[in-house]
């Protein structure tokens, strides 16, 4: 009787999943959801443009297969999409060099991309390179005047800065496009405060506050509402705020992160 071979075959498996996600489900549990979601369709795209096949999916794990190694270690620096991908990953694990470095490889190839030029600016801002990103931001707003994305950064990272006038102008010109955009709407609170208007700045960031999920955005807008209320003499409905934001940031990403 023939003896039956063994049939054998060279592959390589990804596993991945995601660092502390029951925390992250305890503290926010459709903010979680969602960001892996926009994460998982990231990961998915980069399988599948390498040939890989994603054969498990079990809560926020994923496992693919590549029939081919060299498939996939492989990425096309002639492909501006993979290139912006592989950005974001970067981005998402706190590898901010090279995230700006793969974006500004895509826009080399493909320099039309507002949202390329935006996620770079973003970047950026995180390493503290101001006038790099405020070049980036208007390079987006350059290719397109209604990128409500670009203009509502833009606008806070002039507001971080104490650059007022440039900061509700940007606001300002994003909401033409994009009415009540929580982000461009805290920007002016957080103006008001800066100039010194605090009633103002404390019925923006209350207007604003029950409408926002938690996230960074909510977490920031908190402090400044504490500040606010410090300000005016209101400590014991500061501390509350605070103790609110403190929860907040235990949940969010302690590397890479999208901003606000």
């Known amino acids: 009787m023939e003896e039956t071979g063994v049939k054998r075959k060279l592959t390589v498996i990804l596993a991945a999943d995601v660092e502390g996600y029951s925390r992250l489900m305890g503290v926010d549990e459709e903010a979680t959801h969602k960001t892996l979601r926009a994460y998982r369709e990231i990961i998915d795209g980069l399988i599948a443009r390498h040939d890989g096949r994603v054969f498990s999916t079990a809560g926020d794990s994923v496992v693919a297969e590549f029939g081919s190694a060299v498939e996939a270690v492989r990425l096309d620096p002639q492909d501006a999409k993979a290139?912006?991908?592989?950005?974001?990953?970067?981005?998402?694990?706190?590898?901010?060099?090279?995230?700006?470095?793969?974006?500004?490889?895509?826009?080399?190839?493909?320099?039309?991309?507002?949202?390329?030029?935006?996620?770079?600016?973003?970047?950026?801002?995180?390493?503290?390179q101001f006038d790099q990103a405020v070049e980036s931001y208007k390079s987006a707003l350059a290719i397109d005047p209604t990128f409500a994305d670009a203009n509502g950064h833009l606008a806070y990272l002039y507001a971080s800065r104490n650059q007022i006038s440039g900061a509700r102008k940007a606001a300002a010109a994003g909401l033409k496009t994009k009415s009540g955009d929580p982000l461009m709407l805290f920007v002016l609170g957080l103006c008001?405060?800066?100039?010194?208007?605090?009633?103002?700045a404390k019925a923006q960031f209350l207007s604003l506050e029950p409408a926002l999920p938690s996230g960074r955005l909510l977490f920031e807008l908190l402090q400044e509402l504490a500040k606010v209320l410090e300000a005016t003499g209101e400590a014991d409905e500061a501390a509350k705020y605070i103790a609110r934001a403190d929860r907040i940031k235990a949940g969010l990403p302690t590397v890479g992160g999208a901003g606000l």
């Open 192 to 200: 008001d405060r800066l100039e010194g208007d605090l009633e103002a």
């Open 83 to 128: 290139m912006a991908t592989m950005g974001t990953v970067h981005w998402m694990t706190g590898k901010l060099e090279l995230a700006a470095k793969a974006y500004r490889s895509s826009l080399t190839l493909r320099p039309a991309e507002p949202g390329v030029h935006t996620n770079l600016a973003m970047v950026l801002q995180k390493l503290n």
